[in-house]
């Protein structure tokens, strides 16, 4: 499974827009690009996942270039609430198995100020 | 309410004993894993489940056991060989066709 480097943490202020790179070298063709947000002593949420191009739903946007081999969280507006731990994830296109040895990074903490 | 179902949230252990840890998933997955998180850092795999009465080892199994007797359960027992297992457990699930794990809220467990 691809191994992922995104930056340990990031700073912001309330209204800004955060982006949050991850890295993925080594990403096959039938991998997808997940992203998870976690708030202390609660399990990762599921965010948003995509495989190539541009995704959005209503919490966040996720770009993908077309070698794939980065994709870049995007959080519009954030809050206070938005005080997290995000991972970058690559999952295999599941077809009758399960995901195997995951491989999670510590994350990217961010820090939304006031 | 769908979902997966972990409990206790906060588990104090005396040293030399065995506690089991539940997770329960009505979300009809086939896969199931368990984490462990250390304050501060990331998630890591203890063991797996593909289907039932099947599970494999991750990279940090030792000191941990665990069953898949029914598709529902995956519960896991941290034995008095783990040295160090005061930490925060995650147990997840995933369908069969899909390509998304899902959480529960976590277990905390403390060694005192």
């Known amino acids: 499974l691809a191994k992922t480097t995104q930056p340990i943490s990031m700073d912001s202020y309330e209204g800004q827009e955060v982006n949050i790179t991850c890295s993925h070298n080594n990403i096959a063709t039938n991998d997808y690009i997940t992203w998870y947000q976690q708030f202390p002593s609660q399990g990762p949420r599921f965010i948003i996942q995509g495989y190539k191009t541009k995704v959005t739903n209503e919490v966040a946007s996720l770009f993908i270039p077309a070698d794939r081999k980065s994709s870049t969280l995007s959080l519009p507006r954030v809050s206070l609430s938005d005080t997290a731990v995000y991972y970058c994830?690559?999952?295999?296109?599941?077809?009758?198995?399960?995901?195997?040895?995951?491989?999670f990074g510590k994350g990217t903490k961010l820090s939304v100020k006031p | 309410d769908g979902g997966i179902t972990q409990s206790p949230k906060y588990l104090f252990r005396k040293e030399g004993q065995n506690v089991t840890l539940s997770c329960e998933q009505n979300?009809?997955?086939?896969?199931m894993y368990w984490y462990r998180q250390d304050p501060g850092q990331g998630l890591r795999l203890i063991y797996y489940s593909q289907i039932v009465n099947d599970f494999q080892k991750g990279d940090i199994a030792e000191g941990y056991s665990v069953s898949r007797e029914k598709k529902e359960s995956f519960p896991l027992t941290v034995t008095s060989a783990q040295k160090n297992p005061t930490a925060f457990y995650l147990c997840a699930s995933q369908r069969t066709s899909g390509n998304t794990i899902y959480f529960g809220e976590g277990s905390w467990l403390t060694v005192v």
């Open positions: 994830l690559v999952l295999k296109a599941n077809y009758g198995g399960s995901q195997g040895n995951l491989i």
């Open positions: 979300l009809n997955h086939d896969a």
